[in-house]
């Protein structure tokens, strides 16, 4: 395996991290090898990561799983209990309308 140093702007989902992402404090945000999707692209944007050193060399990378129904389906399992009651409708729809990234 090879790697190369990639700004996060040209990471895509699939790509995956050649050594593990750790933060200033020694943090680790991801660990070697992690396939990188767009949800956890997004995440490592918001905490300031610039650069990231990914595997090069490697067959084509499976297609990652749609992370925006994943998220979806993991909200509907978690507001279960609360389907119906106005507060618990309301952080759904806040929930669902942050994690579609608009």
Excluded: K, W
């Excluded at 995440?43 to 595997?55: D, K, N």
């Amino acid at each position: 395996m090879t790697a190369r140093t990639i700004a996060i702007e040209a990471a895509g989902a699939g790509m995956r991290l050649a050594c593990e992402l750790a933060d200033g404090g020694g943090i680790v945000l991801l660990p070697a090898g992690a396939l990188l999707t767009e949800a956890n692209l997004a995440a490592l944007r918001r905490r300031g990561v610039t650069v990231l050193q990914v595997r090069t060399g490697e067959a084509a990378p499976e297609a990652a799983p749609d992370d925006a129904a994943r998220a979806r389906l993991r909200l509907a399992h978690l507001f279960r209990a609360s389907a119906g009651v106005g507060a618990g409708d309301a952080l759904l729809a806040r929930l669902l309308h942050y994690r579609s990234g608009q």
